[in-house]
């Protein structure tokens, strides 16, 4: 069995990503979803392992000393990071594993991995841009305002990104990025253990 891929989705604050992530995992059984691990407290109705691994600052610095994560970043005095073994295991048995992490995160897991396939989601122009994010109707005008500035600071990060995509419409943009995930099975590079298996095969066939 080839083993799965290693996804990182990222994108605009506001732009989709998190709907988007929970469409492909609903929608097909080949995805898994890296559930980080973060210091902060859990939010009403989040569940401990599924949402994130919610572990205390002493038990996360162990793990940065002990190298368990694959990345990790802090944001607004919280550490959140990624699972080495627990990505490692979902990709050992065949699936194509998303981490939907910030451009710190990402830029970290490609120098790592650089087999990853990275894509940033954006909404379709800065109009919508900026729409989507008074939509939302919680942030005063100055954080909005921050959010935009903050979305100019990605914009050279977004560029070494595999894939930019137009979030336009929630249905074809997850086909679409599915589709990107999928045709990346066919590269040789990842068709190496269905060769191996089909050699053998043939030299069980040779043989009788
Ligand atoms: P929240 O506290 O709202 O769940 O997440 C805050 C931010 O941390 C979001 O931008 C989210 O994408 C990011 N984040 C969540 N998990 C990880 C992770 O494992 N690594 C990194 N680098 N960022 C993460």
């Known amino acids: 069995m080839n083993k799965g891929l290693l ?10 990503k998190s709907v988007i992530t929970k469409k492909l995992l609903r929608e097909y059984e080949h995805y ?9 407290n859990p939010r009403a109705g989040e569940v401990d392992g599924k949402d994130y691994f919610f572990i205390t600052k002493e038990e996360f ?4 000393e002990n190298g368990e994560l ?11 990071g990624t699972l080495k073994s627990y990505v490692e295991d979902k990709l050992a048995e065949g699936k194509d594993v998303i981490l939907e992490i910030d451009v710190n995160g990402g830029r970290q897991v490609k120098a790592s991995y650089p087999d990853t396939i990275s894509i940033f989601v954006t909404a379709p122009n800065a109009s919508e841009q900026s729409q989507r994010l ?7 005008e ?3 305002r921050a959010r935009l500035t903050k979305v100019i600071d ?8 595999d894939y930019i995509v137009v979030n336009d419409d929630l249905e074809k943009t997850t086909e679409r990025i599915n589709r990107i995930i999928q045709d990346q099975h066919l590269r040789s590079c990842n068709q190496k253990a269905f060769l191996e298996e089909f050699e053998k095969d043939i030299k069980t ?4």
């Open 70 to 80: 694959l990345e990790h970043n802090n944001y607004v005095g919280n550490y959140y």
């Open 142 to 144: 100055d954080v909005i």
């Open 32 to 40: 898994a979803y890296s559930v980080s691990a973060t210091t902060r």
């Open 7 to 16: 996804i990182v989705i990222s994108g605009f604050s506001g732009a989709g």
């Open 134 to 140: 008074r939509g939302r109707g919680t942030e005063s």
């Open 61 to 64: 610095e162990r793990k940065i």
């Open 154 to 161: 990605e914009i050279p990060t977004a560029l070494t990104y």
């Open 205 to 208: 066939i040779l043989d009788k």
